[in-house]
């Protein structure tokens, strides 16, 4: 089956909601990375502790704990990429054996559609899940890059490469975060994007519901409240 074909099984509203899940994933990330400064993202209110826990820990004589915390942010990270491979890997099988996934849907008591229909709904999914995986594999290993950096950061606040070694660090680190939060977010959109299989509508209703906890968790959330309560710059 050709390219044309398969797209004459899906209707104008696929094609608005696929369009609408994908504007929103775009949309509500760029609005959390770059919020107003009267009602900022969780997520950039955690730049601020980012720098203070750098400006902190070139004072610190053991530095156990933030070893600790760089494990842990790392274990963290590793745990969410081999989680999305796993999830891509069983997508791509699914899509691999079309019997099984037509007996699917019909489990699902979902329309009669062609096996084509299903493929390029799971595809939607992979797409999250791929960029998911990208950007975890990348936040990973700048997580490891930071913790080099904060080896090289001498032990005297006073020593002549400590502010710039210390900057270096922070600036990394965060941009692991970054890339972190980046991922869970293509995951969350994955989620949304399951709702295809059912129907369109069911799409822009999955997107509407991931795009409100997204929000709510970044900026109408009690952990953004406690946040708040003295910022560091």
């Keep these: 089956m050709n390219l044309q074909s398969a797209l004459a099984h899906f209707g104008a509203i696929d094609f608005a909601a696929v369009g609408f899940i994908l504007a929103a994933w775009l949309a509500i990330g760029w609005r ?23 400006r902190q820990f070139v004072a610190r004589d053991a530095r156990m704990f933030d070893a600790a915390i760089m494990a842990n942010l790392r274990q963290g990270t590793s745990f969410f990429a081999s989680a999305c491979m796993i999830a891509i890997g069983g997508g791509l099988a699914l899509i691999g054996n079309t019997e099984r996934l037509l007996g699917l849907a019909q489990d699902l008591t979902l329309s009669s559609a062609p096996a084509i229909v299903w493929e390029v709904k799971i595809l939607l999914v992979l797409l999250f899940l791929t ?30 490469d400590a502010s710039l070694r210390v900057e270096q660090a922070a600036e990394i680190n965060i941009s692991a975060a970054k ?24 799409l822009v209703f999955g997107t509407i519901v991931t795009g409100s906890v997204l929000w709510r968790r970044e900026f109408a959330s009690h952990s953004k409240q406690a946040l708040m309560r003295g910022t560091p710059k």
């Design 179 to 202: 890339n972190f939060n980046r991922g869970m977010r293509s995951i969350y959109f994955s989620l949304g994007a399951l709702a295809w299989l059912a129907s369109p509508w069911a």
């Design 32 to 54: 959390i990375e770059n919020p107003s400064t009267r009602n900022p993202s969780v997520a950039t209110l955690m730049v601020g502790f980012r720098r203070e826990w750098m």
């Design 131 to 160: 960029n998911s995986f990208l950007k975890f594999v990348w936040a990973h290993r700048l997580f490891g890059y930071c913790a080099i950096i904060m080896a090289a950061v001498p032990n005297d606040a006073g020593h002549a």
